[in-house]
């Protein structure tokens, strides 16, 4: 069963979508605060957060942060802050989903399911899509019957795409996993050289998985 946690402080719409949730077949949390969403972070294992930007006692994007890094589990913004401006900080915190209220119930549901749905857990052993296999643990790809010849750099973007399959990866947070805590220069023009190389390697003219959002970052489009 899949466990979800809802940061809400708004206790009716709180209320709701955890009972709607738990009638699909999720097992769900809930949260009014940050410190309380931290407490349940600690001692559960989570597949998804639904967060609000404004609580009680701090800020969803401050929020977001801590679980990125310190549970890295995927983040998907429920919020009345409707402006560009916020959504693309909300991109660039690493949230797989931004959605504004007022919103409908049904998509939030499918939303979720294709979230849930695309996730490969950190623990994940392969991907196999008939073209393209990939052996995580071993650091072995193939595209058809050919192995493919990553760079550490090629392959760890590799997974960070596989792990956020039809997510949007933001520039920022991509370069932050890639690069975090490392000497290295590194910069958009960097990245996109990297994923031009990584792309002639496992794709063909039939076979598509990277694709440039433009001004944004990059969506893995692939099974």
């Not at 749905?117 to 392969?126: N, V």
């Not at 290295?184 to 990584?198: E, G, M, S």
Request: glycine share 6%.
């Amino acid at each position: 069963m899949q466990t979800l946690l809802i940061v809400e402080d708004d206790f009716d719409l709180n209320h709701a979508i955890c009972l709607v949730l738990e009638k699909e077949g999720y097992r769900v949390f809930s949260a009014s605060s940050v410190e309380s969403a931290k407490e349940i972070c600690r001692k559960e294992e989570l597949q998804l957060i639904i967060l609000d930007v404004n609580l009680p006692d701090g800020n969803g994007f401050s929020f977001c942060d801590w679980v990125n890094h310190e549970k890295k589990t995927p983040v998907m913004f429920l919020t009345a802050r409707d402006l560009e401006e916020d959504a693309l900080a909300g991109y660039d915190m690493g949230a797989v989903d931004y959605v504004t209220k007022p919103f409908s119930m049904k998509i939030l549901l499918k939303k979720i399911s294709i979230i849930l749905k695309h996730m490969i857990p950190d623990d994940s052993k392969e991907y196999d899509d008939g073209w393209l296999k990939v052996d995580i643990d071993g650091a072995k790809v193939f595209a058809g019957e050919e192995e493919c010849l990553l760079t550490p750099t090629e392959f760890r973007l590799l997974r960070q795409f596989l792990m956020n399959r039809k997510q949007l990866l933001t520039y920022d947070v991509l370069l932050e996993r890639l690069w975090d805590g490392g000497n290295q220069f590194v910069d958009k023009h960097a990245l996109a050289v990297n994923i031009n190389r990584l792309r002639g390697k496992i794709e063909d003219e039939e076979h598509k998985y990277i694709s440039n959002v433009y001004g944004m970052g990059y969506q893995w489009i692939g099974a």
